[in-house]
């Protein structure tokens, strides 16, 4: 039997190696945001706490510097934490852009994926055509020499 080659293996292999390297890019990019969101987090606790802490001392008697330390530190961390919400948005973004590259470079895998299969089912097919004929001539010589 006849062994099937496809003409464009190479550009399916490199396709299959685009892919892979757009799935890490994704990854990194996925990992990158987390990051990010879990900063955000972290900023969001720390104003909680210094909220907690100001209404702490609203029923005590007052220390004029701790309550002026717990003010200014909040409203560093309320400042940090608009930097940081687009810190987040500018993650999700290269993310999308990053998921968009990777189903871009799916879609061109999975057509070489298609065009090899449609090759295969040719070769198939002409392999059957062959065997066909031959087993027809066969027939055919058998049955004028008998």
């Known amino acids: 039997m006849a062994k099937?080659?496809?003409?464009?293996?190479n550009i399916l292999d490199i396709k299959n190696k685009l892919e892979t390297q757009e799935k890490t890019a994704f990854a990194i990019e996925m990992q990158k945001l987390r990051t990010e969101e879990?900063?955000?987090?972290?900023?969001?606790?720390?104003?909680?706490y210094y909220e907690d802490l100001i209404r702490e001392q609203d029923g005590k008697a007052i220390n004029i510097l701790e309550w002026k330390r717990c003010n200014e530190a909040l409203e560093y961390k309320?400042?940090?934490?608009?930097?940081?919400?687009?810190?987040?948005?500018?993650?999700?973004?290269?993310?999308?852009?990053?998921?968009?590259?990777?189903?871009?470079?799916?879609v061109e895998r999975k057509t070489q994926e298609?065009?090899?299969e449609k090759a295969?089912?040719?070769?198939?097919?002409?392999?059957n055509e062959v065997e066909k004929k031959e087993v027809d001539e066969l027939v055919s010589f058998t049955y004028n020499n008998a």
């Open 4 to 9: 099937f080659i496809y003409r464009m293996q």
């Open 38 to 48: 879990e900063r955000l987090e972290r900023i969001r606790k720390e104003i909680i």
């Open 78 to 106: 309320k400042e940090e934490e608009k930097t940081q919400i687009q810190h987040v948005k500018m993650a999700e973004k290269n993310v999308d852009i990053a998921r968009g590259r990777l189903n871009k470079v799916m």
């Open 114 to 116: 298609v065009l090899k």
């Open 120 to 127: 295969f089912e040719e070769f198939v097919k002409e392999l």
